[in-house]
C-alpha cells in the first residue's frame, strides 16, 4: 500500500519569507511523487514531479523539491513566498507513475501574511 | 487548448432530487477520472475510463451514483436520489495516452444537497 502524509494542514508565511511544506510517503516499491497546487475555486494543477531522475526537482512558480529515500520525504519549498502563492497544496504518490494510482494527501493549505 | 470543461459550476438541489454533472475532457486524452472532495474526507476517486470504458468503479459509495462517458469527449456522473451527505466538489480530469503523471483537472462542479 501506498500512502503520503502532508505535516501541517495550515501553513503561514510572510511575503519574501521561506516556504516549506512537509510531505512523508510510504510506498513498497520506489514511488513516483507529485506536488499539485489548488487555487480557491479552480481544480488541482501540477506544480511539479519525481519520476526517479534527478532528486531535486523543480517546478512552476519557483518551487522546487527534493527526494530523500532515507527519510522518505518529498518537500515543497520556495526560497522567497508571493502573494499570489497563497493556496492549497497536495503531495501525491504513485506506485507506478500511473494516475490510476494516485494516492493524495490531505493537503496544506498555505497563507501568505503582507 | 481548452482544459477539462465541467458543468454545472454550482448546483443546489433538494433530498432525493437527480443530479447530473457534466465533463468534457481534454482532446485526445483516454484517461478520464472522477474525483470528489470535502473536507472531512479529502480528494476520493470515485471512478475512472479508459478508452470510454470503465476499469475502475471501486471509489463509487454507493449504488445511488452512477457515471458514464458515452463517447471520447462526453461523461456524466449522476447522482439518484441525492442526499445532504453527498454536499461536495466533484472534480474531472483527465490524462494523456502515455501516462506523464499529470492529471488535467476541471474547476470542478459545487454540489449542494438541502
Known amino acids: 500500500a501506498q500512502s503520503v502524509t502532508q505535516l501541517g494542514s495550515h501553513v503561514s508565511v510572510s511575503e519574501g519569507a521561506l516556504v516549506l511544506l512537509r510531505c512523508n510517503y510510504s510506498s513498497s516499491v520506489p514511488p513516483y511523487l507529485f506536488w499539485y497546487v489548488q487555487y480557491p475555486n479552480q481544480g488541482l494543477q501540477l506544480l511539479l514531479k519525481?519520476?526517479?531522475?534527478?532528486?531535486l526537482v523543480k517546478g512552476i512558480n519557483g518551487f522546487e523539491a527534493e527526494f530523500k529515500k532515507s527519510e522518505t520525504s518529498f518537500h515543497l519549498t520556495k526560497p522567497s513566498a508571493h502573494m499570489s502563492d497563497a493556496a492549497e497544496y497536495f503531495c501525491a504518490v504513485s506506485r507506478s507513475g500511473s494516475a490510476r494510482q494516485l494516492t493524495f494527501g490531505s493537503g496544506t493549505q498555505l497563507t501568505v501574511l503582507p | 487548448d481548452a482544459g477539462v470543461i465541467q458543468s454545472p459550476r454550482h448546483e443546489v438541489t433538494e433530498m432525493g432530487q437527480e443530479v447530473t454533472l457534466r465533463c468534457k475532457p481534454i482532446s485526445g486524452h483516454d484517461y478520464l477520472f472522477w474525483y470528489r472532495q470535502t473536507m472531512m474526507r479529502g480528494l476520493e476517486l470515485l471512478i475512472y475510463?479508459?478508452?470510454?470504458?470503465?476499469?475502475?468503479d471501486s471509489g463509487m459509495p454507493e449504488d445511488r451514483f452512477s457515471a458514464k462517458m458515452p463517447n471520447a469527449s462526453f461523461s456524466t456522473l449522476k447522482i439518484q436520489p441525492s442526499e445532504p451527505r453527498d454536499s461536495a466538489v466533484y472534480f474531472c480530469?483527465?490524462?494523456?495516452?502515455?501516462?506523464?503523471?499529470?492529471?488535467?483537472f476541471g474547476e470542478g462542479s459545487r454540489l449542494t444537497v438541502l
Open positions: 480530469a483527465s490524462s494523456l495516452p502515455r501516462y506523464t503523471g499529470e492529471l488535467f
Open positions: 475510463f479508459n478508452n470510454n470504458v470503465p476499469i475502475d
Open positions: 519525481y519520476t526517479s531522475a534527478a532528486t
